[in-house]
């Protein structure tokens, strides 16, 4: 879960109160709006538990904002004759190729951007995370595939269809950060993951600038960002290195 306001939160909010959006286009919402904690997203949330008519939304908000540790009290049922919607309820479970098609199509997928792409090997889920919280602070708003379409990308449904997703989101992405670790690169200075490699590959392929934080004892395969001393932490200039470059 990120800590940093999307530039495209006040598109989905906006989305989310269309009229005509169906219960399953609002669960979507909901699921990408999971993904943050935020002022802004709590506030949205609040509202859905509060004003929602869906008992299955409701419910959802409910339970989140308990998740979360937010003060929040479950809205009693709203009163008079029960209509279809406010008893509808849709399971959302979708595929790499739902999002494909999504990623293809003048979607709310289509709309997104991210500050930074995030490329790294799945065995450095930990440092991922924290390297995420470093940058949240700063509003960085990073993309790491197994959080940030979580929804759409399992593990078990990899296919043609996820190095779609993967190449569209780097096109969505300000700047690409590989992360170089042991577990990303071996002492011959070979990328470890046939998806990463894809994944830098077409970054160059796109003529992305790739950065490196390099966490080996190795040469940085690409232009490396500073470090604390004897630490993963970013150093001030590199922080403001990548948001320099995102603007």
């Known amino acids: 879960m990120q800590e940093v306001d999307p530039y495209y939160l006040e598109v989905y909010i ?3 109160h269309k009229r005509g959006s169906t219960h399953s286009e609002k669960l979507e919402i909901i699921s990408e709006l999971r993904k943050f904690n935020t002022e802004r997203t709590q506030l949205f949330f609040q509202k859905l ?12 908000a409910f339970k989140h904002l ?3 540790g937010a003060f929040v009290r479950k809205r009693k049922g709203f009163k008079g004759k029960k209509k279809q919607y406010h008893l509808e309820k849709v399971n959302f479970e979708v595929t790499p190729q739902d999002l494909a098609k999504l990623l293809s199509s003048n979607s709310l997928q289509s709309k997104k951007t991210f500050d930074c792409f995030v490329s790294h090997s799945y065995k450095d889920s930990l440092l991922i995370s924290d390297l995420k919280q470093q940058l ?3 509003d960085i ?5 197994w959080s940030s379409d979580n929804d759409f990308l399992k593990r078990e449904l990899t296919s043609e269809f996820t190095k779609i997703v993967l190449k569209e989101r780097i096109k969505q992405s300000r700047r690409f950060l590989f992360v170089q670790t042991n577990n990303s690169v071996s002492e011959r200075l070979e ?3 046939l998806w990463v490699q894809m994944e830098l590959d077409y970054a160059v392929e796109i003529g992305k600038e790739i950065h490196c934080l390099n966490l080996t004892e190795f040469p940085s395969l690409f232009s490396a960002l500073e470090l604390q001393n004897d630490n993963t932490e970013l150093t001030k200039s590199s922080v403001s290195f990548i948001k320099t470059s995102i603007k």
């Open 14 to 16: 906006a989305a989310y």
């Open 49 to 60: 538990n509060s004003s929602e008519r869906n008992n299955h939304i409701r419910n959802i």
């Open 66 to 68: 308990q998740e979360l």
């Open 136 to 138: 949240n602070k700063h």
């Open 141 to 145: 708003h990073i993309y790491y595939d």
């Open 191 to 193: 990328v470890k993951s």
